[in-house]
Every structure is written in structure tokens, then in C-alpha cells.
């Protein structure tokens, strides 16, 4: 009735009656309608968003299909908090009736200061102010008789485990336990419950979806099956590079996730030990790849953050000299390194040939008196031999024989054999080359 006559005050006061006494899902979507017509947006999509989060029933499909219109619409900058307690307690926000622990979803509240209260029957009611800022996540513990607030780390939390959630689990309730489990320790980590990464998704993407949800770091987990050691890996979203790897040995009789969360804290506290530091490097000329390792950080001019410690770069640019440096990465101010790179000395130029220089004149003008000499001896120790042992003078009546004969084949056999070694002699004069003359650049 009162909602009918618009008395939107009194249809609150009405409904948060009605969901003390018995709560569930019906009253909860009227009370996020009634925030939703009185104007509290953010409120009333926190609300409807727990309403989701029940199983659906038959009867729901058009209130279910208001709630997504709702939900879906923008909600920028809200915080969120995850508030554990007491089984059955009420929440309220402000002194507005908003749910029941355990809460399905964190709550959602606009950046500012809030009252938050948690009622449970037979004691008295804890309180604690929070003034969360825009996109900020805390966590809201009971302790004892009071309320302790911490603000939350986010992560993306990726597993390929063996399910541990039980017969009836579904890997979205499975996630959820997992993340109000993780909210409610004492380690300030907050895990992504939508969008979990399925297992083709990589490094570089894990990243990217790190960066558009804001996370600090990813935690991934594997494990082959129910006995098997389980791997983990804390990567630091801002270096984009893992900051601790472990394997963690699995004992008789336990789980993979109660392995890992045990194991977490010490791990995430090595983690946020390692340090960020902030790299900058100016080459001349610009454009030169950076490579950590076998990880490529970039092109320069570059700025990346890195862990502080020791780190061996590569700087390589096309057609220049390769620098290799290594540098120590200091929390505080950036490590600046400017370098300029250099072309290679070109290759050594193959030297000139020799040049053969001319004979010498004095070896001409030998070569061929030698061998114009050494031709007129051959003729002549040719013209000895050829009249050797003939008669001189004809016999002439009384004398029937030659009285003298040409005794010249000793003198022919000289004269041809000077002959021919002054020839040949010349005329290896004359052959033979010029020296070769190197240049002066060969010879240095």
C-alpha cells in the first residue's frame, strides 16, 4: 500500500519489518526498488546485485530482469567493502537496512564517509565509521565486541585446480567462498569473483585484465590433479613480471586450496618486499629495443617500473652497436641512464693490387744484344757444322785425294752452343717481368 500511494519512507520502515522477522530474496528486491525510487542509485544496485546472486526461481524472471536493468547501469568510482560477522546478523549502511551476513558481494558505497552497523539478536549492535575513497576496497572484521576496518589488496586470482568445493559446488559459488575467505584473514587480499580468467588466458592477458580492474597482482595457481604438488606464482602487475614462484609440497589429506591459502600470506609478504623502482633511459637515436633478460621492456625513450635490485639491460637499435649495461634500480629517485649508440667502423677496404712496373731499360738493351749476339754465333757455329769434314781445295792431277779437309765441327759446336745460351738468355731477360710495386696503404 504504501507503495502504491508512493510513500516511499513508509514502504522502507514496512519492508526492513518484514525482512527482520523472516528475510529473503522477494523482500530484498523490494528494497532495492524502493532505494532505486528514492534516488540512491549506487545503493540500490548494491542491493539488487545480492538479489542476483540467489538462485532464481520460477516466479522471478521479471523482477530478475529489472534487477539486471538496474545493476547494469554506470556505478564510477564506487568503493567496496567486505564485511564478515556473525552468521544471520543484519547490515545496515547509513541506519538503512541493506542485507544479511554472510553477504554474497561485497557492498558497494559511494566515496565518503558511512556508519556501518551489524545487528545480531541477543547482543548489542557493533558500529564503525569508514570513509572509503573513490575505487578503494576495505575489509570490516568483527573482533570481539568491535568492528576493525583494513584496506584490501586486489588481485586476479586464476586456478586450474582439482575443485574443492564439494558435491552440488559450482565453480561461481566456488569463487565466491573463495574470495569472502580471502576478505575475511588477516592478509588484506581481495580477489576478483566475476570474470575469473579461463586457462587459455596468458600472461599478457592476465595483465590486461589486471590493469582494467585495477588489481595490484595476479596469483596463479595450477596443479595437475587432487595429490600433486601445487605451483604458485605471485606476478606484480606494475613490472608485469612475476615476483615470487614457489611449489608448494602437498601433505597427506589436505586440499589444494587450503595448501595455497596457508602458504599465501608469507608469499604475498615476499612479494610486496621486492620494491618498485622507476627505469628511464634516452638513447640517441630513439627507438632502441630494451631487454631485460630475455624480456623485452620496450623502445626508448623508456620508463617502466621495475623490482629494485641489480638488472642487466640490452639496448640494440638497427645498424648501431649493441650496449649491454647493468644498473641498480633504486626505490627512490628514478634511475636515469642516457647513452648514445654508434654506427660499426665500416669493414677494412680490400687493398689494391700490385702494379707491375716496366722492365728495367738496362735488361731490355741486355736481353737483346744477348740475343742478337748469341744469333750470330748460332750462324756462324751453324755454318761451321755444315761444311765440317769437307774437302778445302779440289785434288787436282797427279793427286787423286783431297790434300785438306774443314775441321770445324769442334769450333761449330761451340760457336752454336754460345749461341744458344746468349739467346736464350736474352730472351729470358726480356720475358721475365717488371717487379711488382705494392701501395703504400697495403704495405702499412
Known amino acids: 500500500m504504501a507503495l502504491a500511494m508512493r510513500d516511499l519512507a513508509g514502504a522502507y520502515r514496512a519492508l526492513a519489518e518484514a525482512y527482520r522477522l523472516q528475510p529473503s530474496s522477494d523482500i530484498l528486491y523490494q528494497l532495492g526498488i524502493v532505494a532505486w525510487s528514492e534516488g540512491q542509485s549506487l545503493m540500490a544496485q548494491d542491493i539488487l546485485r545480492r538479489y542476483l546472486a540467489e538462485p532464481a526461481g520460477p516466479e522471478g524472471a521479471d523482477k530478475r530482469a529489472e534487477a539486471l536493468r538496474i545493476v547494469n547501469q554506470p556505478a564510477r568510482g564506487a568503493a567496496e567493502v567486505w564485511l564478515s560477522g556473525g552468521e544471520r546478523s543484519l547490515v545496515l549502511v547509513d541506519d538503512r537496512l541493506v542485507g544479511q551476513l554472510p553477504l554474497s558481494l561485497p557492498l558497494l558505497l559511494q566515496p565518503g564517509a558511512h556508519r556501518l552497523r551489524v545487528e545480531a539478536e541477543g547482543r548489542a549492535p557493533l558500529a564503525i565509521e569508514v570513509s572509503p575513497a573513490p575505487g578503494q576496497i576495505l575489509a570490516v572484521r568483527q573482533s570481539g565486541d568491535r568492528l576493525l576496518s583494513s584496506v584490501l589488496t586486489k588481485v586476479i586470482l586464476r586456478r586450474s585446480l582439482p575443485s574443492s568445493g564439494g558435491a552440488g559446488s559450482s565453480p561461481e559459488s566456488d569463487r565466491r567462498r573463495l574470495a569472502t ?264
Open 181 to 444: 575467505r580471502l576478505a575475511a584473514s588477516d592478509i588484506g587480499l581481495l580477489t576478483q569473483t566475476s570474470d575469473e580468467p579461463a586457462a587459455s588466458c596468458d600472461q599478457a592477458c592476465l595483465l590486461g585484465l589486471a590493469k582494467e580492474q585495477g588489481a595490484e597482482f595476479i596469483v596463479t595457481l595450477s596443479s595437475p590433479d587432487a595429490n600433486a604438488p601445487v605451483s604458485l606464482a605471485i606476478i606484480d602487475a606494475l613490472v608485469e613480471a612475476p615476483a615470487v614462484e614457489e611449489t608448494l609440497a602437498r601433505p597427506d589429506g589436505s586440499t589444494a586450496d587450503d595448501l595455497w591459502l596457508a602458504a599465501l600470506p608469507a608469499l604475498l609478504q615476499r612479494a610486496r618486499a621486492r620494491g618498485h623502482g622507476v627505469l628511464q633511459i634516452d638513447t640517441t637515436p630513439p627507438g632502441c629495443e630494451v631487454k631485460l633478460g630475455d624480456r623485452v621492456l620496450g623502445s626508448t625513450p623508456l620508463r617502466r617500473a621495475l623490482f629494485v635490485g641489480p638488472a642487466a639491460l640490452d639496448i640494440s637499435c638497427p645498424g648501431m652497436v649493441s650496449e649491454h649495461r647493468r644498473v641498480d634500480i633504486q626505490a627512490e629517485p628514478p634511475t636515469v641512464l642516457s647513452l648514445s649508440l654508434h654506427a660499426p667502423p665500416p669493414p677494412p677496404s680490400a687493398p689494391p693490387p700490385p702494379r707491375r712496373m716496366p722492365r728495367p731499360a738496362w735488361r731490355v738493351a741486355l736481353g737483346a744484344s744477348a740475343i742478337a749476339v748469341g744469333l750470330g754465333l748460332s750462324g756462324l757455329g751453324v755454318s761451321a757444322l755444315s761444311v765440317a769434314g769437307r774437302c778445302i781445295e779440289a785434288a787436282e792431277p797427279p793427286v787423286q785425294a783431297c790434300p785438306r779437309f774443314y775441321e770445324t765441327t769442334g769450333a761449330g759446336g761451340a760457336l752454336l752452343g754460345a749461341g744458344a745460351a746468349l739467346t736464350i738468355s736474352g730472351t729470358l731477360l726480356l720475358a721475365w717481368p717488371g717487379r711488382l710495386q705494392r701501395s703504400e696503404v697495403a704495405q702499412r
